[in-house]
Each structure stands twice: as C-alpha cells, then as structure tokens.
Nanobody, 124 residues
C-alpha cells in the first residue's frame, strides 16, 4: 500500500523556523489533496494544513494560520510545510496524508496513506 514519506523535522528554538517535506507520487499530487497533521503526546491527531492542485485550494488550522505555509513542487513531487515563528506548543510528530475525495477538510478520518511522521521539537 502506498505510504507517504515525511522529512525535515528536528529541534528548534522558540521563534525559529523549519521546513518539512512530504514525498508524494505524481499521480496523487495531481489528483488528490495532501494534508499535514500533527500529534503531540497525550493529544489527538489534528489537521494543520491541506493543499489541492486540481481543486485549487489551501486550508489552514487557526492555530497555525499566518505562521505556517503549505506549498508544492510538482517537479520534485514534494509538498512542503514551512513553519515560522515556532512555539513550544507546536512540538509534535508531523504526518502527511492523502485525501482522494478532496473534501476540503482537515479531518484526519478523511485522509489515508499516512506516512510514519517526523518529530518536531520546539524548545530552548
């Protein structure tokens, strides 16, 4: 079964930046929405951002709007999550996944083909 691959996590100080990458097969990048999610210890998985090429939309959670930017590079078959002005509350494992129906949501249940995640730790 297709599984996406995340990379780019690490340790960063509050106020710093990181860019996460999600490798996505070309057919999926062109036809499905790609979402970023995160899960902190003891908390439920939550949607962070989503992008659709074919339906031309991007969506952000209120908690990251204005600080995070989702984008794609079709030549590299990659979706990025640029994270700026990071806070300790952003600490979590970050995952990417696909929504073939492109419902325009950030509900984890609408997504599939989850990657294994990449750890982001924001701490001084």
């Amino acid at each position: 079964q297709l599984q996406l691959v995340e990379s780019g996590g690490g340790l960063v100080q509050p106020g710093g930046s990181l860019r996460l990458s999600c490798a996505v097969p070309k057919f999926a990048l062109d036809q499905e929405a790609v979402g970023w999610f995160r899960q902190a210890p003891g908390k439920e998985r939550e949607g962070v951002a989503c992008i659709s090429t074919s339906r031309d939309y991007t969506i952000y959670a209120d908690s990251v709007r204005g600080r995070f930017t989702i984008s794609k590079d079709s030549a590299k078959n990659t979706v990025y999550l640029q994270m700026n002005r990071l806070k300790p509350d952003d600490t979590a494992i970050y995952y990417c996944a696909l929504d073939p129906v492109q419902l325009g949501t950030l509900r984890p249940d609408d997504f599939r083909n989850w990657g294994r995640g990449t750890q982001v730790t924001v701490s001084s």
